[in-house]
């Protein structure tokens, strides 16, 4: 076996363990359906305003919520977790704050 | 003594009070009582016969008409919720397919040669299965000089949702090393209309990577988080040029010629919100894989290294960031370009809104390093934006450039830019 193999059986190893099966098994912390059938929940909604001031604003300009609509915050929202760091909680708050402020 | 009008008052009220308590009149009374009974009997009469009336109704098979109504009214309900599941089908699919990106028009005027419109456009494509994955991917589509369109693909990644603290990539990615190539360089965010100098081809920051990456955040506490990025990539090309490393090719390749891998990293702290420090590097080995311009096998592999930190820092409408990262390869003598060398920049910038964050004023410095003097550079860059949009800006922007005597790295120019981002 090629030594170049060995560090990426490591870390596909340690990238399955420490989540994949979580993920489908539908056991993460990222709910399975989507967050626009979601209960409104006041709290989550302020959290999400929170993170929404503290996180975006890091790089950019605040963007308006009516700037897309709820499905399209979705994806957007996933490309900004990669991007940004952000926890699946953060990102699922800040959401539901975009949902219910467009 | 009573006077005569009340004498006649008096004799008036006693004649009424005997005429009314006559039997007459106790007979009129009685008459009025048994009719009202007699009224109210039969209205209770018809009252147990309409009950009765619907009761049967109710019991009874329904008759064509009433089945037909039913039957509509069902019919219309059905319709209604379907109408309505229909109108939230959006909403609620597992799959979203999302058109983002940005696109800028510049104006460039240098201080020695031809002042120039230039057009960039950067697509960018989200398909996402429910929140377990996201394919991402950018387009940077430019039109050169001669009128050629050049096509790039930035990036294209499948990204797998784990957990709430870690996503994995696998394709190719921006490069996770520093923060303005992989989060800064789109023109609607960048606050200057140029990337500082050593961020682009051929500079100190790597651009891009084709491997995995594991990448994430982790909340610490109420107010503090860290986040983190790793990676396992292809690695660098070493270009060679009269027997000088010109250049690190860092765009990403699926190839990997020196058949070595590149490992690497970043890991932020955010003690507090809006504070960011970060610290990345890679290392792994290089080789120099083309040589004036051709193709070139062969040359034996090198140490490659790189090493990064970037800070940030907003506080109400000011915006502070710097960056340092630095590229090193090492010496080879049995190389066809033996020496090594290192590529090295920096800047720090501060940004300001005002006007009801409308305006914006920018100050940049930049000092880059590179082995060949031609390349280096160091550049103030001076900038006042117009926000015509959270994701659009006006940008005009002067950058004083000191290089080599004579090199467009020497001139000044004159920059306008409008980006928007989508």
């Known amino acids: 076996m090629k030594k170049q193999l060995l560090p990426i059986i490591a870390f596909a190893l340690v990238s399955v363990a420490s989540g994949t099966g979580l993920a489908l098994s539908q056991s993460s912390a990222v709910a399975a359906e989507s967050p626009t059938t979601n209960q409104f929940d006041p709290m989550q909604f302020a959290r999400g305003a929170k993170a929404w001031a503290n996180n975006c604003t890091r790089c950019h300009n605040m963007r308006d919520p009516k700037e897309l609509r709820d499905d399209q915050w979705r994806a957007a929202m996933m490309h900004m977790r990669v991007r940004a760091g952000l926890t699946a909680a953060e990102t699922e708050d800040i959401l539901i704050f975009l949902q219910g402020s467009n | ?422």
């Not at chain 2, 994955?133 to 950018?138: D, P």
């Not at chain 2, 923060?179 to 100190?204: E, T, V």
């Not at chain 2, 860290?226 to 699926?254: Q, R, S, V, W």
């Not at chain 2, 070139?296 to 109400?316: C, H």
Request: charged share 25%; with cysteine; aromatic share 10%.
């Open chain 2, 1 to 422: 003594m009573k006077t005569a009008p009340q004498s006649k008052l008096s004799s008036t009220l006693c004649l009424l009070i005997l005429v009314s308590a006559s039997p007459v009149f106790a007979q009129s009374h009685a008459d009025r009582i048994d009719e009202l009974e007699a009224k109210t009997l039969a209205m209770a009469e018809e009252l147990a016969v309409l009950r009765a009336e619907l009761e049967k109704e109710r019991q009874a098979p329904d008759s064509e008409d009433m089945q037909s109504i039913r039957a509509e009214s069902v019919a219309a309900r059905q319709a209604a919720q379907n109408a309505e599941i229909a109108a939230n089908e959006w909403k609620n699919s597992n799959s979203v397919t999302h058109l983002a990106g940005y696109a800028s028009a510049d104006y460039v005027s240098p201080e020695n040669g031809n002042a120039a419109f230039v057009a960039n456009f950067n697509p960018m494509f989200h398909f996402q299965f429910k929140d377990r994955i996201l394919w991402e991917a950018e387009i940077e589509v430019q039109i050169e000089e001669n009128g050629d369109t050049n096509m790039a693909l930035e990036y294209s990644s499948i990204d797998l949702f784990l957990n709430n603290n870690m996503v994995l990539l696998a394709g190719k990615f921006l490069s996770p090393i520093g923060n303005f190539r992989q989060n800064m360089h789109p023109s609607w965010i960048n606050k200057l209309p140029s990337a500082p100098p050593g961020f682009g081809h051929d500079g100190a920051a790597p651009l891009a990577e084709v491997g995995v990456q594991l990448r994430g955040g982790i909340r610490v506490g109420e107010q503090s988080k860290m986040t983190y990025a790793g990676f396992i990539g292809n690695g660098p090309k070493l270009e060679g040029e009269d027997g000088e490393i010109h250049g690190i090719d860092t765009d990403g390749f699926t190839g990997d010629p020196d058949d070595e891998k590149v490992f690497g990293g970043r890991v932020s702290l955010l003690p507090f919100p809006k504070f960011e420090f970060a610290v990345s590097g890679a290392f792994g080995d290089a080789a120099v894989v083309e040589n004036d311009g051709v193709d070139f096998e062969g040359d034996p592999t090198r140490d490659y290294k790189v090493f990064g930190v970037d800070a940030s820092y907003q506080w109400n409408n000011l915006d502070l960031r710097s960056e340092f990262i630095r590229q090193d390869i090492a010496d080879e003598q049995t190389s066809i370009a033996p020496e090594g060398g290192i590529w090295e920049t920096w800047y720090v910038q501060g940004a300001y809104k005002f006007a009801d964050a409308k305006w914006e004023g920018v100050a940049r410095y930049t000092d880059y390093t590179s082995p060949h003097a031609d390349k280096s550079q160091e550049q103030w860059a001076l900038g006042v934006n117009y926000l015509l949009a959270p994701s659009a800006m006006l940008k005009f922007a002067y950058e004083s450039n000191t290089g080599l005597v004579g090199e467009s790295t020497d001139d000044d120019r004159w920059l306008v830019q409008i980006a928007y981002g989508y």
